[in-house]
């Protein structure tokens, strides 16, 4: 982080905690073993990650041997959806997700339909929620999955999971449910039992952990194939080399996250009150976009600047050392605006000019203060520029 | 591979010149719309007798290089009279920042639109100048000559991405492009021609096919 910055785009990564470094420090310099069994230095990584699996376990209120380490949030998710899917194909090929899924997600499923998959995409209201009825009435005798990003990764939405589970309690047969938690975990408590969910996933480098590493909780009893294959070292869903040092770090942040939990949860919401409060109070024309405050994810906030564009205010914040994410087409790889704020009722402008700010554990008052300062003067200007703005 | 702006880019995006609006203008043109994201509207006042534009000014809803871009031709424009301002080009424009990402190139195509928009204005309205918009497959064709493939930042017409222009008794108009169904930038594509298409008043329907 550059001197003064402001990092407040967590949701797309986030830094890694020193205390995090520290800990894997040991294992990327003398600890370079592989586990392994009977020999001293074998069953000291075998141990390490025995008790890894096991705080990542806890948290989630699941067994150990139910959750797989993996290479990042993307390799969890096809692990997952394509082995689900693939090895269930005799029950049916049908699966249900959402329009507002996290792209990694949908371009799973897209796949899977060049393979003979097929889907349903439900959609989601204004402030991001499912529409439950639809899930209710496109369950199939051949639905085999039902799959759905648990935070929204651009409005900070919390998919109320327990009445989805309810859903699917009441259908004829089996239906998996699979979550994309990578957003939502080390944010709000999970509890894979209550929620009945059958697979879930995570990303080290979303909660302050390092990067390329993350995990799969795989209930047991799940049918399910291998995607990729090769020499099995810790499971056979995920073969090849284990990356302990990242599996320690991955390990080390849960702690850090979970460790007064509540209390970390209650600082962030105060910060993302005061950035809301403080940019509706000093910015006039701004939209929140996504559910209400209290309701949504502790460290998501995404806002539309009526009369100016998002790729100009995000890079006008980048020369303040801030730094933000929009929803801007001009910013996006095909010139579209985010199609999360499209499916959820915005207009192309509101989608141009929205710009998401989401926290973690290192940003602080100050950090908030010093971006609404800045906000209000890129604003102002980008306003005098535009042929809209003098309204 | 890393996409940045070049610094003569920042620079007029941090300071751009010619910024506002000019009240009672000789003429005045708006290109592109806030739905697309970025749109642009250039004042001008001239010269009667030397037909010299001795006044430009713009306003922009847009991204940096949108803002950098409008900054950048209306420098080039001033002074120049308006036979000459007529001929600067997209690719001048965007040499004369030091280039610009392939997928920004349509900012630099928006802002000489704009500005040749408001040239043609001013000879239609002060200089009692007729022209002929019929529509027919070399006008369209230059239209499309406008319309930037984002991916190499090249218009569709060089890059032989248009395979057929067909108008009918009823002036639709098919236009095949041959583009991969799952081309990330078939929607901005298809938009940027439709809306440019939309420019001829007598048009009937567009059909953008992708072959």
């Not at chain 2, 920042?10 to 000789?26: A, L, R, S, Y």
Request: with cysteine; net charge positive.
């Amino acid at each position: 982080m550059k001197k003064n910055g402001v990092y407040l785009d967590n949701c797309k990564t986030s830094k890694l905690a020193p205390e995090v470094l520290d800990e894997m420090i040991p294992y990327l310099k003398g600890k370079f073993w592989y586990p392994g069994a009977f020999t001293s230095i074998g069953t000291e990584i075998a141990e390490a990650i025995d008790d890894s699996q096991k705080t990542i376990a806890d948290v989630l209120n699941a067994k150990p041997k139910e959750i797989i380490f993996t290479s990042g949030g993307t390799d969890a998710n096809n692990i997952a959806i394509k082995g689900l899917m693939r090895a269930n194909k005799n029950v049916g090929k049908h699966f249900i997700t959402s329009t507002i899924s996290h792209p990694a997600v949908l371009a799973i499923f897209q796949a899977l339909e060049k393979e003979g998959y097929e889907g349903t995409y439900i959609s989601a209201n204004r402030d991001g929620y499912l529409n439950l009825e639809e899930l209710k009435n496109a369950i199939r005798k051949d639905t085999v999955l039902v799959a759905f990003t648990h935070i929204n990764h651009i409005l900070g939405t919390i998919q109320k999971i327990e009445k989805i589970k309810n859903i699917l309690a009441k259908a004829n047969h089996k239906i998996y449910l699979f979550l994309d938690s990578c957003e939502a975990f080390a944010k709000i408590p999970i509890d894979v039992k209550m929620f009945g969910i059958d697979i879930l996933s995570i990303s080290a480098h979303k909660f302050n952990g390092p990067k390329g590493i993350g995990a799969l909780f795989l209930k047991k009893g799940t049918k399910i194939v291998p995607i990729q294959h090769g020499i099995t070292r810790l499971h056979h869903l995920k073969p090849g080399s284990v990356n302990v040092p990242a599996i320690i770090g991955m390990q080390k942040a849960v702690q850090l996250a979970f460790e007064n939990f509540e209390e970390q949860i209650s600082k962030l919401r105060k910060l993302q009150n005061l950035l809301h409060n403080t940019i509706s109070e000093r910015i006039l024309d701004v939209k929140l976009n996504g559910p209400p405050l209290g309701e949504r994810s502790p460290t998501h906030l995404n806002f539309s600047f009526s009369f100016v564009e998002g790729e100009a205010i995000m890079l006008m914040l980048d020369f303040e050392k801030i730094y933000v994410e929009t929803g801007s087409a001009c910013y996006s790889q095909g010139l579209k605006p985010n199609y999360i704020l499209m499916q959820t009722g915005r207009t192309h402008e509101e989608s141009h000019s929205s710009i998401r700010f989401t926290l973690d554990r290192f940003v602080t008052k100050e950090g908030i203060l010093r971006t609404v300062n800045v906000l209000e003067k890129v604003i102002k200007e980008l306003r005098r520029r535009s042929p809209f703005g003098e309204n | 591979m890393a996409i940045k702006y070049t610094k003569k880019v920042i620079e007029h995006f941090q300071n751009p010149h010619n910024v506002g609006k000019i009240e009672n203008p000789d003429a005045m043109a708006t290109e592109g719309s806030p739905a697309c994201g970025d749109q642009l509207s250039v004042y001008l006042k001239v010269d009667k007798k030397s037909q010299i534009i001795k006044e430009i000014k713009f306003q922009s809803y847009g991204c940096a290089s949108n803002i950098a871009t409008a900054s950048i031709i209306t420098d080039m424009a001033l002074g120049k009279i308006i036979e000459e301002a007529k001929k600067i080009t997209w690719k001048q424009a965007a040499d004369k920042l030091g280039g610009l990402p392939p997928i920004k190139m349509h900012c630099s195509v928006l802002a000489i639109d704009a500005l040749r928009g408001a040239i043609k204005n001013y000879e239609k309205n002060k200089l009692g100048k007729k022209f002929d918009e019929s529509l027919n497959k070399q006008s369209i064709e230059k239209q499309l000559n406008e319309v930037i493939y984002g991916k190499v930042g090249v218009d569709i017409i060089s890059l032989r991405l248009v395979k057929y222009i067909g108008i009918d008794e009823k002036n639709n108009v098919l236009i095949e492009l041959s583009l991969n169904k799952e081309d990330q930038f078939k929607d901005d594509l298809k938009h940027e021609i439709t809306e440019r298409l939309n420019r001829f008043p007598k048009i009937g329907k567009i059909k953008i096919a992708l072959v």
